[in-house]
């Protein structure tokens, strides 16, 4: 998930700069958004410790110690329950643009949105541990070189696999490989479940203060 919040980053500095850009022409239609205002309250704090605890695995990883791997599913649902309390406490269950339509109001929240990206991502990967007798096979390539995955190697853990030209529905499989971590098309949109709390919880905290 390390990879999320660096994308997050970057899509904010983006935006913000071409704010200022338009700003520079005395178009005001945006507002910047600020991450220190999301620091404030305890609700970041799950996440943050959760991104401690990401890179400290990606260490043992490093290091060739797999103790965690067995407990990876474990510790992906902990991580996506950490993004509660941002949810509760920027009320992401709501859309304040149909605030008066109850039904509107929650179909089209960000809580929905990402629950979404969350419903259809398992799905994908569950339907690729279907068809592969229960496991995800995995095409590590530069994880090879990282030491994140070691050479020879067929079981990775008791779920992952080391995929071959015979496993089925490769495409649904972990096929991008970014050196630290191998995901699938179900893990990448997954992952927007985070992108879209945090970036909502970022856009509602700096609302809260341009009101206060």
Not at 61 to 73: A, E, K, R, V
Not at 131 to 140: R, W
Request: glycine share 4%.
């Amino acid at each position: 998930m390390i990879e999320v919040w660096i994308f997050l980053f970057i899509i904010i500095y983006i935006r913000n700069k071409f704010i200022e850009n338009l700003e520079k022409n005395n178009i005001y239609i945006y507002q910047q958004y600020s991450i220190k205002y999301i620091l404030y309250h305890w609700s970041i704090v799950p996440p943050l410790l959760f991104v401690l605890f990401y890179l400290y695995l990606e260490y043992t990883m490093f290091i060739q110690n797999y103790f965690f791997l067995p407990y990876s599913h474990i510790i992906k649902i902990a991580t996506l329950l950490s993004f509660f309390p941002l949810i509760i406490k920027y009320k992401l269950f709501e859309n304040p643009k149909y605030i008066n339509n109850e039904y509107l109001n929650l179909i089209t929240s960000p809580m929905m949105k990402s629950g979404l990206c969350l419903i259809i991502g398992s799905l994908l990967n569950k339907i690729a541990t279907h068809f592969n007798s229960g496991y995800m096979p995995t095409y590590p390539s530069v994880t090879y070189w990282t030491k994140y995955i070691k050479p020879g190697s067929s079981f990775i853990d008791g779920i992952h696999i080391i995929g071959t030209p015979y496993s089925k529905l490769i495409v649904f499989c972990n096929i991008f490989d970014w050196g630290f971590t191998v995901v699938s098309i179900g893990d990448l949109i997954i992952r927007f479940y985070v992108f879209l709390i945090l970036f909502n919880a970022i856009k509602k905290s700096n609302q809260k203060t341009l009101i206060k």
